[in-house]
């Protein structure tokens, strides 16, 4: 080995074992420096990672199923409306019961008054007389007889005032009787109609929270940009699954029964009457190929012609919907119904009510949507969407 490679190598091994020469402390002080430094960027990194993992759930939280929000919270109000009108009839029959009883014992009260009276009137009259016991009274009476027959006759006049008295006694203890089991039943009624009552306030304070839930969840939908982006998603995936759903509508059976009925034919084209008379607003999907219409809650919807309902359920994204076959492969579809007077397989003449206007799965208040379709003969055929506006008449009447 050459000697300016022998001093390289000394140099470097000089370098080298200085380095491990060092005191003690100073170089594990160094160490545990960068030691912590690392164990500071790491949990810094790992901080905000968890901070991005926490906005993320909260945007996906915030954004998940809005649609699916909606129909629960909807489906949790018509529970808690059904409790409420049960209570609500159970407090009207008790109070009903407790009227008519409340009268029945002004009667029962008013003849025990009476007959009280008229017993009264009676002891008065035999202490008046000087028979002062019935056994003294009836002593006299025997030994005021004439003759043998008036004996026997005043015995019998004797023996049918003993049975009148003592009926007289049982009626009042009968109705005495009564009398403390209507009162008893009385207040029974009444406690029944205030535990209702009690139980209607919680029911109603139930139903005024789903309410102010629905209320923040479409003012989140009309003020928060991703919300409304992830509603509008789940509007198109909603009228994916809705044109499926249709196809149920055209069983067989069902479909056979529309063909007898011939409700629509292309010669009513333009003549259809509205299912109700409001304002034609846009659609709450830009998908929906049919018309939404804005009118008051609580309106009735007529069925356009005559048909046979093949499909009355709640539906994601169009609430209460109610789907009418009208023969010749024509189909309508009402939705968003506050109410359904109908059920599959009911046969429904035209300017029938099937419900009335509502807004359950709508994000834009109480309206009516609107749509006919067309299948063709075949019933694995894709349905066809019409041009509804086209199909009914001019003007709204």
């Known amino acids: 080995?050459?000697?300016?490679?022998?001093?390289?190598?000394?140099?470097?091994?000089?370098?080298?074992?200085?380095?491990?020469?060092?005191?003690?402390?100073?170089?594990?002080?160094?160490?545990?420096?960068?030691?912590?430094?690392?164990?500071?960027?790491?949990?810094?990194?790992?901080?905000e990672k968890r901070s991005l993992e926490d906005e993320r759930n909260s945007i996906i939280q915030k954004e998940r199923g809005v649609l699916q929000q909606l129909q629960e919270i909807e489906s949790q109000?018509?529970?808690?409306?059904?409790?409420?009108?049960?209570?609500?009839?159970?407090?009207e029959?008790?109070?009903?019961?407790?009227?008519?009883?409340?009268?029945?014992?002004?009667?029962?009260?008013?003849?025990?008054?009476?007959?009280?009276?008229?017993?009264?009137r009676r002891i008065r009259a035999i202490y008046k007389l000087g028979y002062n016991g019935q056994e003294e009274h009836m002593l006299k009476m025997l030994l005021g007889a004439q003759d043998m027959q008036d004996l026997v006759e005043k015995y019998k006049y004797m023996g049918v005032i003993a049975e009148a008295d003592q009926g007289m006694l049982k009626q009042i203890q009968l109705r005495q009787v009564e009398i403390a089991q209507k009162s008893t039943e009385l207040v029974n009624l009444i406690q029944l109609a205030q535990e209702a009552s009690k139980a209607a306030q919680i029911e109603s304070s139930r139903l005024l929270a789903q309410q102010q839930k629905r209320q923040q969840l479409l003012h989140k939908y009309r003020t928060d940009k991703g919300i409304r982006n992830q509603a509008i998603r789940e509007l198109k995936a909603a009228g994916v699954?809705?044109?499926?759903?249709?196809?149920?509508?055209?069983?067989?059976?069902?479909?056979?029964?529309?063909?007898?009925?011939?409700?629509?034919?292309?010669?009513?084209?333009?003549?259809?009457?509205?299912?109700?008379?409001?304002?034609?607003?846009?659609?709450?999907?830009?998908?929906d190929r049919g018309l939404t219409i804005q009118a008051k809650k609580g309106k009735p919807v007529q069925c356009v012609a005559d048909g046979i309902v093949a499909d009355s359920k709640s539906i994601m994204g169009y609430g209460n919907t109610v789907v009418v076959l009208h023969g010749n492969g024509y189909t309508s579809l009402y939705a968003h119904l506050s109410d359904i007077a109908v059920k599959r397989g009911d046969t429904?003449?035209?300017?029938?009510?099937?419900?009335?206007?509502?807004?359950?799965?709508?994000?834009?208040?109480?309206?009516?949507?609107?749509?006919?379709?067309?299948?063709?003969?075949?019933l694995d055929a894709t349905p066809e969407p019409l041009?509804?506006?086209?199909?009914?008449?001019r003007k709204m009447r």
Request: glycine share 4%; proline share 4%; net charge positive.
């Open 1 to 47: 080995m050459k000697r300016c490679d022998l001093n390289r190598f000394s140099l470097f091994v000089y370098i080298i074992t200085a380095i491990f020469l060092q005191s003690p402390s100073q170089l594990p002080s160094q160490t545990s420096q960068q030691t912590e430094q690392w164990q500071r960027e790491y949990e810094r990194k790992k901080e």
């Open 77 to 91: 109000l018509a529970a808690n409306e059904r409790e409420l009108a049960r209570y609500q009839q159970e407090i």
């Open 93 to 120: 029959n008790h109070t009903l019961e407790a009227a008519e009883l409340q009268r029945e014992l002004r009667v029962l009260d008013s003849k025990d008054k009476d007959q009280k009276k008229r017993t009264v």
């Open 241 to 287: 699954k809705l044109e499926e759903r249709l196809g149920i509508a055209s069983n067989e059976y069902l479909e056979e029964q529309a063909q007898t009925i011939d409700g629509i034919q292309s010669a009513l084209f333009g003549k259809l009457p509205w299912p109700v008379v409001g304002v034609v607003v846009p659609n709450q999907s830009p998908t």
């Open 348 to 378: 429904v003449q035209a300017k029938q009510v099937l419900g009335t206007v509502g807004e359950t799965g709508s994000l834009i208040g109480p309206v009516l949507y609107f749509q006919l379709w067309k299948y063709a003969t075949s």
């Open 387 to 393: 041009n509804t506006r086209r199909w009914l008449t």
